[in-house]
Nanobody, 112 residues
């Protein structure tokens, strides 16, 4: 059974940093590209970042480019999202995704 479990969310002030993790199981992790999405209250879910299966290619939404970094460790079956210089508009539930499967999400709240 394919499973994705996010962790690392929290509440913090603007300008702070967090590292989100996504632990994967039930499939050959190193063979699939993966994504991070987020969904803010009252808004549609949006794509934040993508990473190729080997971790050599990444893409970012314009709104997070230069502040967020996606990475993965294929030996640990984990994917990460480093969030720096956080803004209130980054407040959302963050989800990891592999085709057809979503994690349960982890809440990030940025507020002064």
């Amino acid at each position: 059974q394919v499973q994705l479990v996010e962790s690392g969310g929290g509440s913090l002030q603007p300008g702070g940093s967090l590292r989100l993790s996504c632990a994967a199981s039930g499939f050959t992790f190193s063979r699939l590209g993966m994504r991070w999405y987020r969904q803010a209250p009252g808004k549609e879910r949006e794509l934040v970042a993508t990473i190729s299966s080997a971790g050599t290619s990444t893409t970012y939404a314009d709104s997070v480019k230069g502040r967020f970094t996606i990475s993965r460790d294929n030996a640990k079956n984990e994917m990460y999202l480093q969030l720096n210089s956080l803004k209130p508009e980054d407040t959302a539930v963050y989800y990891c995704y592999v085709p057809t499967v979503w994690g349960q999400g982890t809440q990030v709240t940025v507020s002064s």
